[in-house]
């Protein structure tokens, strides 16, 4: 990633904007090489993720790359939906995001020594009380129905680097 173009990531609504009082990161463009082994990693993940989710999976979105630099942040949002910028969001079925790093959240205490500070995958379910907070931990994969409300809390120090894709309904 630290090779790849950089590009602010963006939003989908009427149109796909840059905004970033709702998401400060980074889609970064990674070798063809690289992008397509981690394609071949999610594909065979898709038995365990529709197994753990109980539905059937379709195609997959494209693996996104994210670089959240400090101060970094998404906004509470769903990644499935109905907005005229991106129609194919309404048939998302599942959200996949693979942390690439750990944080540094829980500190030695907490196990690893991460690489930033802050960061949190937070999942909201309608079912739940209270969110879900999920500390990055590099390699870990979470899984969750596209319509979940979830956030990315802000990264206080260091970098957070994730991969992120979709499975479109079976």
Partial sequence: MDRGAADPAEIAGAQIVTQESVRRTSSIEIDPGVRGWLERRLDEMRPAIEQALHRPLGQREGVGLLRYRAGGFYRPHRDRGTVAGWPAAARRAASVVVFLNGS???GPAGGEIGE???G???LCPDSAETPVDITPSAGLLVAFPAEVLHEVLPV????????VDWFYEG
């Fill in 116 to 118: 930033f500070d802050g």
């Fill in 104 to 106: 540094r959240t829980n």
């Fill in 156 to 163: 206080r120090t260091g970098t957070r680097d994730a991969a």
């Fill in 120 to 122: 949190l995958l937070r």
